[in-house]
Nanobody
């Protein structure tokens, strides 16, 4: 079993920055790929960024150049650095993980991000 927990959400003005953190505990050796998804009110969940065990990253077109996903191997934490935030980035952000990218077995409870114009 793996337990994920997100932190770092909050309220920020348009153009601001936030860094989200994802902590993993339990059988973390099985985590190959970690993802950040988001879901805005009334909208479908959207895949934002992934990072795999080789450090390869993928980003949604809507966040390319503004968001950066990273992994701290020592602390076993994953981060989503979000810069140049826009009101449309407002959503609940979830950290997920799995043995393969696009095969997500575990999710955290989410952290809320609100960007005001």
């Amino acid at each position: 079993q793996v337990k994920l927990a997100e932190s770092g959400g909050g309220s920020v003005q348009s153009g601001g920055s936030l860094r989200l953190s994802c902590t993993a505990s339990g059988h973390v050796q099985g985590l190959w790929c970690v993802t950040w998804h988001r879901q805005a009110p009334g909208k479908q969940r959207e895949q934002v960024a992934d990072i795999d065990g080789n450090g390869r990253t993928r980003y949604a077109d809507s966040v390319k150049g503004r968001f950066t996903i990273s992994h701290d191997n020592v602390e076993n934490m994953w981060y989503l650095e979000m810069d140049s935030l826009k009101p449309e980035d407002t959503a609940m952000y979830y950290c997920g993980s799995g043995p393969l990218c696009d095969e997500w077995n575990y999710w955290g409870p989410g952290t809320r991000v609100t960007v005001s114009s």
